[in-house]
T-cell receptor, first 109, second 116 residues
Framework: EDQVTQSPEALRLQEGESSSLNCSYT??????LFWYRQDPGKGPEFLFT???AGEEKEKERLKATLTKKESFLHITAPKPEDSATYLC??????????FGPGTRLSVLP | GAGVSQSPSNKVTEKGKDVELRCDPI?????LYWYRQRLGQGLEFLIY????????KSGLPSDRFSAERTGESVSTLTIQRTQQEDSAVYLC??????????????FGQGTRLTVV
């Protein structure tokens, strides 16, 4: 069964304390893996697409990496405005996007 | 438009009433998705449209739910005889054809539906 899990469920960091979020997937025929950020009361905001193992993408303090079984979202020196829920989604060949449950990140000043 | 637009942003309805939610996708995006997000939960796939192909309705939770799309533009999600468990945020997303490379989906702000 196609499955996407994310860990941890929630993460609290001090401002400047770097960390990583994990997205693990068990799917047949990965078309692409996506990271989104969702703020309370808003729709998910697209961050990155990763298509093949070994690929990396960076944007400001965020860096996403992909292996054959998981993806990591690394947050370097986070700021309070990075607080949000981070969603991982996989796009499966011939099917639709399957989302993970998300990681709620809180960055304390 | 510049982004995916959904209306209304909030809807409060009485149990048993029908509701209609609207989504205007990004111009040129042939793929359109509807998701449901209950409070504190992840995104639950409902239905997918791709051009003039038959929609993928595999995520619709019951026959009270239906959706239509006119060509490659506006889509409406209709919920008949609403029940309290239908209360959620309904999110619409659009993307380029999923057979292409850039298949990332862009989301609207959602419609928050409350059934009382």
């Amino acid at each position: 069964e196609d499955q996407v899990t994310q860990s941890p469920e929630a993460l609290r960091l001090q401002e400047g304390e770097s960390s990583s979020l994990n997205c693990s997937y068990t799917v047949s025929g990965l078309r692409g893996l996506f990271w989104y950020r969702q703020d309370p009361g808003k729709g998910p905001e697209f961050l990155f697409t990763l298509y093949s193992a070994g690929e990396e993408k960076e944007k400001e303090r965020l860096k996403a990496t992909l292996t054959k079984k998981e993806s990591f979202l690394h947050i370097t020196a986070p700021k309070p405005e990075d607080s949000a829920t981070y969603l991982c989604a996989v796009h499966i060949y011939g099917q639709n996007f399957v989302f993970g449950p998300g990681t709620r990140l809180s960055v304390l000043p | 438009g510049a982004g995916v637009s959904q209306s209304p942003s909030n809807k409060v309805t009485e149990k048993g009433k029908d509701v209609e939610l609207r989504c205007d996708p990004i111009s040129g995006h042939t793929a359109l998705y509807w998701y449901r997000q209950r409070l504190g939960q992840g995104l639950e796939f409902l239905i997918y449209f791709q051009g003039n192909s038959a929609p993928d309705k595999s995520g619709l939770p019951s026959d009270r739910f239906s959706a239509e799309r006119t060509g490659e533009s506006v889509s409406t999600l209709t919920i008949q005889r609403t029940q309290q468990e239908d209360s959620a945020v309904y999110l619409c997303a659009s993307s380029l054809p999923r057979t292409g490379m850039n298949t990332e989906a862009f989301f609207g702000q959602g419609t928050r539906l409350t059934v009382v």
